[in-house]
């Protein structure tokens, strides 16, 4: 009881001690539990404080959250002062003239020559060698084009018996050809319609007339028919250099009975430059993981933390700078010592890519830019360790407890922040995945998900061929009507894999598509 009344101030000899009244010890016993129950209430209430305080304050900048869920007391932008120019196209602009189709795709071509002189009214005569140009282009009206097929049945003047003429081979019985199937797909896959909506498109503006389940029938045959083709692009990203990988919820019914448990469905993207691959799996495991990059992944993988990646070996990561910099940003927000560690951090993590932003820029020569990583990495390092250092119960749940644990795991992955100092190619942000995979959660919202498993294959090749065909510039309309007809026919499915270009310039240009994949840190 002594060391408690020191605890407070309160010094107390034992022969005071020794002559205090029994009641009066009892009551200075039970006032000291008292007191000792109460600060530890306090200390509870304190980190459930904080806690509620970092929910509360949880935006898009020290979260994962994305910034359409930004509280309304989040902080906004600075708005930018007004230069006092007028709006569009300022002096040495460089100018951009509408796009003019050539000559040879007009359905006609008309000349107008001036009669007279606008100044003094002669007679003008003669051609213009380089006529000012101006094209007026038109939709003509949408008629479908029916050919009808009449099965005649005839009886035999022998035996009497019925029989009715057969279809064609070329002619497919489901009664629309390969272009209205590769339209309700595009509808559908690439501009994310309602099968309702795709429906009274196909009525609105082509004229035809199909039931509910009629569109779900072409869309499914739209989707065994790219089948081989996403294999194919699969097999591709697997054994691709460089994968970024990422994942999000994507619900699954079980109408069909194929997701008896109930499970929720993933939607995983494994991205490189041109060729993007989406499956739907219901588990968000290290198996999923596997399945989409391949039991044998010998490739770098650019990811998050998330620990269905951690059977790849560190040598072949890259973790996300994003997401470390809202770690860092959300360390600096909790209260005391968490506070000096996430500052320090977030102050490197900023220099480290006003570094790398002049690498991108071509202005830092990349062994240059290695030498000067090095005293940014040791210092946060130093940070991390600091904190790692501090001693916190097993299910303490107080700020500093949560740094702890957030620096500790850090730590265990560290030699993976830095692959992108050394190689080229790889990039310190997961951007590409996470930009590849916003479409299906757009997706997502307004179909809340799929009901069936055939429902799920079309979304995952609908992504895949719409993704890896806009990143090559590809058209979606005429490789799904190929596709189509390939299948009908029993020929092999046109290839998603990027074809031979014809020369370096275009490369690069398909190269360029791809800058999404360099993330602004000034955000």
Request: glycine share 6%.
């Amino acid at each position: 009881m002594e060391e408690n009344c020191l605890a407070y101030g309160i010094e107390i000899s034992d022969s005071d001690w020794y002559l205090t009244p029994a009641r009066v010890k009892q009551l200075v016993e039970r006032m000291g539990q008292h007191i000792k129950k109460s600060e530890e209430k306090l200390a509870e209430l304190e980190a459930k404080q904080q806690e509620l305080l970092e929910k509360i304050n949880c935006t898009s900048k020290n979260s994962s959250s994305p910034p359409s869920l930004d509280p309304l007391h989040a902080e906004k932008k600075p708005e930018k002062k007004k230069s006092g120019k007028k709006r569009g196209g300022q002096p040495g602009h460089k100018g951009h003239s509408r796009f003019l189709y050539d000559v040879s795709e007009c359905e006609s071509v008309l000349d107008h020559h001036p009669k007279t002189c606008r100044c003094c009214g002669e007679i003008l005569l003669g051609e213009d060698a380089n006529p000012y140009r101006h094209q007026i282009v038109e939709i003509p009206p949408i008629s479908p084009i029916i050919v009808e097929h009449r099965l005649h049945q005839l009886m035999c003047g022998e035996c009497g018996t019925l029989t009715r003429a057969t279809l064609p081979q070329d002619v497919y019985p489901s009664g629309y050809g390969v272009r209205v199937v590769a339209l309700v797909t595009v509808l559908s896959g690439l501009y994310r319609h309602s099968q309702r909506m795709v429906q009274s498109a196909m009525l609105d503006i082509f004229g035809i007339s199909m039931s509910l389940g009629t569109v779900n029938n072409l869309r499914l045959e739209a989707s065994n028919a790219v089948e081989s083709a996403v294999e194919e692009a699969k097999i591709y990203v697997q054994n691709s250099q460089v994968v970024g990988a990422d994942e999000t919820s994507f619900f699954q019914g079980n109408v069909d009975g194929c997701n008896d448990k109930k499970s929720l469905g993933w939607l995983w993207v494994a991205v490189t430059p041109l060729v993007t691959f989406f499956e739907i799996a219901l588990s968000r495991c290290s198996d999923a993981a596997r399945n989409l990059l391949g039991e044998n992944f010998r490739g770098i993988l650019n990811s998050d933390r998330y620990a269905a990646y951690n059977w790849v070996g560190l040598e072949q990561r890259q973790l996300c700078w994003a997401h470390l910099k809202r770690e860092f940003i959300k360390i600096s927000e909790r209260p005391g010592v968490s506070s000096d560690i996430g500052n320090a951090l977030v102050k490197q993590q900023e220099k480290l890519f006003e570094l790398w932003h002049r690498v991108r820029d071509g202005t830092l020569k990349r062994c240059e830019f290695q030498l000067l990583v090095q005293p940014i990495r040791n210092t946060i390092n130093s940070s991390l360790e600091e904190a790692a250092n501090y001693e916190i119960g097993s299910k303490e749940k107080t700020p500093l407890a949560k740094t702890v644990r957030t620096c500790r795991q850090i730590l265990k992955v560290e030699p993976a922040l830095w692959l992108f100092v050394t190689v080229e190619g790889v990039e310190p942000t997961n951007n590409a995945a996470e930009r590849a995979i916003r479409p299906a959660v757009i997706w997502r919202r307004t179909s809340f998900g799929s009901q069936t498993q055939a429902g799920s294959y079309f979304v995952q090749r609908m992504l895949t061929v719409v993704t890896t065909l806009k990143s090559q510039r590809r058209n979606v309309l005429e490789f799904l009507t190929q596709a189509v007809s390939a299948k009908r026919q029993g020929q092999p499915t046109p290839s998603l894999l990027p074809q031979v270009l014809a020369t370096a310039e275009e490369s690069k240009m398909l190269l360029k598509t791809h800058e999404f994949i360099q993330f602004d840190f000034s955000n």
